[in-house]
């Protein structure tokens, strides 16, 4: 069955950079985009942007353009986010989802926590 | 930023009564392709999103067809006929027409 598989939960300083993956299993990685998505505690649904898994090319949406960086294993089906110099307010649950539009599939989401 | 506008914010329904949620979009969400790429989620308490619909009103595989979801242009609409227990959680449109794809604000299903 198809899954998307996130790496665990991350406590970090500011100042900080991470590395969260999301494994992909269950059908060909490269068929599909992968996107990412942000949800700060108690809070909605932020698109953070996508990356094309055929290209390695990823596209950000205007406020994660600074310190973001997606990647691909492709090898290892796996997406990647990195998260440079992090900040408080980047406290929050990443997911990623497979699809540029669909999102039909979802991770289990990453918490991270950002606290001095 | 095509801005979503979800209401009502929560719902407090009993098992078997039905719901209605709109979703307006600040724009045309019809393609250039001639589709409309308005999904629909859910995320119930603790989990991740779990898809829904897709292009206004195509249900996955295995969603119940008490399920459903209607709307063209800027205005659209997920129902559920008769909620149960298992429908609780934050009910999310979103579109992926325009970059960036944006996501309205939720509505809370709650089981009274």
Redesign the interface.
């Known amino acids: 069955q198809i899954q998307l598989v996130q790496s665990g939960p991350e406590l970090k300083k500011p100042g900080e950079s991470l590395k969260i993956s999301c494994k992909a299993s269950g059908y060909t990685f490269t068929d599909y985009a992968m996107q990412w998505v942000k949800q700060a505690p108690g809070k909605g649904l932020q698109y953070m942007g996508w990356i094309n898994t055929q290209t390695g090319k990823p596209t950000y949406a205007d406020d994660f353009k600074e310190r973001f960086v997606f990647s691909l294993e492709t090898s290892a089906s796996t997406a990647y986010l990195q998260i440079n110099n992090l900040k408080n307010e980047d406290t929050a649950t990443y997911f990623c989802a497979r699809g540029f539009i669909l999102g039909d599939y979802w991770g289990q989401g990453v918490m991270v926590t950002v606290s001095s | 930023d095509v801005v979503m506008t979800q209401t009502p914010v929560s719902l407090s329904l009993a098992i078997g009564q039905p719901a209605s949620i709109s979703c307006k979009s600040s724009q045309s969400l019809l393609g250039t392709s001639g589709k409309t790429?308005l999904?629909w989620?859910l995320?119930r308490p603790g989990?991740?999103?779990?898809?829904l619909i897709?292009q206004v009103s195509k249900l996955?595989s295995e969603v119940p067809d008490r399920f459903s979801g209607s709307g063209s242009e800027t205005e659209f609409t997920l129902k559920i006929s008769r909620v149960e227990a298992e429908d609780l959680g934050?009910y999310?449109c979103?579109q992926?027409t325009h970059?960036?794809?944006?996501?309205?604000?939720?509505t809370k299903l709650e089981i009274k």
């Open positions: 790429f999904n989620i995320q989990q991740s999103p779990k898809r897709y996955y934050v999310y979103w992926g970059f960036p794809h944006t996501f309205g604000s939720g």
